[in-house]
Each structure stands twice: as structure tokens, then as C-alpha cells.
């Protein structure tokens, strides 16, 4: 799930090379943590926050299948 929620990321941003992403397990519960350059945060996030409710949906959805929860959490 990391794998594509990056890919996504890379694709939006100016600079993808400062796009990374940390996972961290809790449980059934897989934390996100998507840290992008500062300039970059206003395109992951979206006008009204839409790319990332969406990007969050993915997530969700994805996590369904596995029978976990994950979350993604954008760096500041």
C-alpha cells in the first residue's frame, strides 16, 4: 500500500525526489506518514483537501482487502 500511495505522490509533486514515505505498525493498524517538500504540500493536499480524502479512500479501501486499517498523515 506504501508502494502505490508513493507512486501517487511522485506523479503530483514537483520535486519527487523529496517524496518519501515511513510505515509504522500498531497493531492492526498501519500508520502512513507521507513527507513531501514544503512547496509541494498544497498539490498532495488538493483544493479543499480533495486529493487527499481521496488518496485516504484508496488507502482505506486497499487496507479492506487485507484486513487492516491504515491511515496516511501528511508531514508538516
Known amino acids: 500500500m506504501a508502494e502505490l500511495v508513493l507512486e501517487i505522490a ?3 509533486v514537483d520535486d519527487p525526489g523529496a517524496v518519501s514515505i515511513e510505515e509504522l505498525e500498531q497493531g492492526s493498524e498501519v500508520l ?3 513527507t513531501v517538500a514544503e ?3 498544497g498539490k ?4 479543499g483537501g480533495r486529493i487527499v480524502r ?4 484508496l488507502v482505506r479501501a486497499g487496507g479492506v ?3 487492516r486499517r491504515y491511515l496516511l498523515e501528511i508531514v508538516e
Open 39 to 41: 512547496a509541494d504540500r
Open 44 to 47: 498532495v493536499i488538493g483544493r
Open 32 to 34: 502512513l506518514r507521507l
Open 54 to 57: 481521496a488518496l485516504r479512500t
Open 10 to 12: 511522485r506523479r503530483l
Open 65 to 67: 482487502r487485507e484486513g
